[in-house]
């Protein structure tokens, strides 16, 4: 199995924002010195609860500095809202400055925030614009020189630099929550990242198996491609207090989701606009927090308890869906900085030998 550590760096009314980014890099150096395979940091934008990592090249970027064989991994970059080519030259240079460590997740984010909106960018052509920017950030790094000309980006002879270190540019996942986009990445060739903190296992394996036959029909190997998932797993001595320790941590991330999309179904009744076409897997998140129960939480989208609890629970995770790639949240909600390290820790000598 792999083991990485995901990030969203949520704000706490009890922290600046300084000493959360502390405390952040505190725990990539600290998870480099335990042996997790890669760190995925978030794009998000303009919701201090929920985050205030808008850019998280250069979070990784200072954690280069601060580490030296864990990978990078942003989870993910917001393509239709980056110009392709400053993005090509910062993931390059990201790339560069780590000595070949990036993994490039990415996606078209979250609309919740009102990214589209805010940025000037037409959320319905956010599908067509995502493919153009990803072909011309792969000849940015595989081309001397190229030209460009789509719907969105007309780009005349240009070379850009630095490329990255590893040939042809890091390797890509493609963050994904509907069918259409395991059908692109599967097309691009790319992995895929799945979120299990919003879906339930059973979608899961369903994800997998279509991106397998998605894979299969374009000719390529699926043992070739990674299906990394993202799960919230914190764990204690002291299962019960493990438990306790993050309820509230975990709940507030549902209860933001919740309110956010509040927002966007008000930002959308005031401009007399239908829910965007391209978009419609968020009503069914919007349905899966509705309500949602902690013991709910604990049994279906997380994994919280002992490292006992958790060695047998991520072997139940891969026998219901076939994964064995995970990246765990464990720092959810600003946790205690002093706790996260702790459940860090216990997982690198406690769990991760088992598995």
């Not at 920017?133 to 940015?140: G, P, R, W, Y």
């Not at 829910?275 to 927090?289: A, M, R």
């Amino acid at each position: 199995m792999k083991f990485g550590l995901f990030y969203e760096m949520q704000g706490a009314a009890n922290r600046s924002d300084q000493a959360l980014y502390n405390e952040h890099l505190d725990q990539l150096e600290l998870a480099d010195k335990l042996g997790y395979d890669c760190l995925w940091l978030a794009e998000l934008h303009f919701n201090r609860g929920y985050s205030v990592m808008p850019n998280p090249m250069l979070a990784l970027a200072a954690a280069s500095q601060r580490t030296e064989n864990i990978r990078l991994g942003t989870g993910i970059s917001v393509l239709p809202i980056n110009h392709p080519l400053r993005l090509a030259e910062e993931i390059a240079t990201l790339d560069i400055l780590s000595g070949g460590r990036v993994d490039w997740g990415i996606g078209r984010g979250h609309p919740m925030t009102g990214i589209y909106d805010h940025f000037g960018v037409d959320i319905e052509t956010s599908k067509a614009c995502f493919r153009e920017t990803l072909d011309i950030i792969k000849k940015a790094w595989s081309e001397d020189r190229f030209s460009f000309d789509g719907e969105f980006y007309q780009i005349d002879d240009v070379e850009v630099v630095p490329k990255p270190l590893q040939k042809g540019g890091p390797e890509t996942f493609v963050s994904a929550f509907s069918p259409d986009t395991f059908a692109l990445a599967a097309e691009y060739g790319t992995n895929l990242f799945l979120p299990a903190q919003v879906t339930p296992k059973e979608m899961i394996k369903q994800a997998v198996d279509g991106f397998h036959a998605q894979l299969q029909a374009h000719g390529k190997d699926p043992a070739n491609h990674r299906t990394p998932v993202l799960l919230p797993l914190y764990i204690d001595e002291d299962g019960d207090r493990a438990r306790r320790d993050i309820e509230q941590a975990m709940m507030s991330y549902y209860k933001i989701i919740e309110s956010m999309m509040g927002d966007m179904m008000g930002r959308l009744q005031r401009k007399h606009a239908e829910f965007p076409e391209s978009y419609k897997g968020y009503l069914q998140l919007g349905e899966i927090v509705d309500g949602l129960t902690y013991e709910a939480v604990c049994s279906q989208f997380a994994i919280f308890g002992t490292p006992e609890e958790a060695v047998d629970r991520l072997q139940e995770y891969k026998a219901a869906t076939g994964v064995d790639d995970f990246i765990l949240w464990t720092n959810v909600g600003a946790m205690p900085h002093d706790k996260v390290a702790n459940s860090m820790k216990l997982f690198a000598e406690k769990v991760m030998p088992k598995l």
